[in-house]
């Protein structure tokens, strides 16, 4: 298993954000069967302010290239990324049209 983290933020308008964590207590089961489909095994989003916080646990055949083929060849999730920009805002250094960037792992604690 591999595990992604991910960083975006949210536009700062206290309104939006809870709008937006209110829509991901009931994602549409189209976009989690698309999270699922794409191999991706577990995802969990945090927020502090308007930053997210995202962890993936992909299987090792999971690509971000046949994801993102995915997500575009799929109406509802294009539909559901769409809605989500109203809310969502580029990170500091992102690229142009880049939403969620990776973040690099700096420590690791093992026991």
């Not at 809870?18 to 577990?42: C, F, K, R």
């Not at 962890?55 to 994801?67: C, H, I, N, P, Q």
């Amino acid at each position: 298993m591999i595990r992604y983290a991910l960083a975006l933020d949210l536009v700062d308008d206290p309104v939006l954000i809870e709008e937006y964590e209110t829509m991901h207590q009931d994602v549409w089961p189209e976009i989690q069967a698309s999270i699922t489909g794409a191999g991706i095994l577990a995802m969990e989003i945090y927020r502090f302010g308007n930053r997210l916080f995202m962890v993936m646990e992909v299987g090792d055949d999971f690509s971000f290239d046949r994801k993102n083929t995915m997500d575009a060849e799929n109406e509802k999730v294009q539909e559901w990324e769409k809605l989500m920009w109203k809310y969502q805002q580029a990170v500091p250094g992102a690229r142009p049209g880049e939403k969620w960037v990776m973040m690099n792992k700096i420590f690791e604690l093992n026991s």
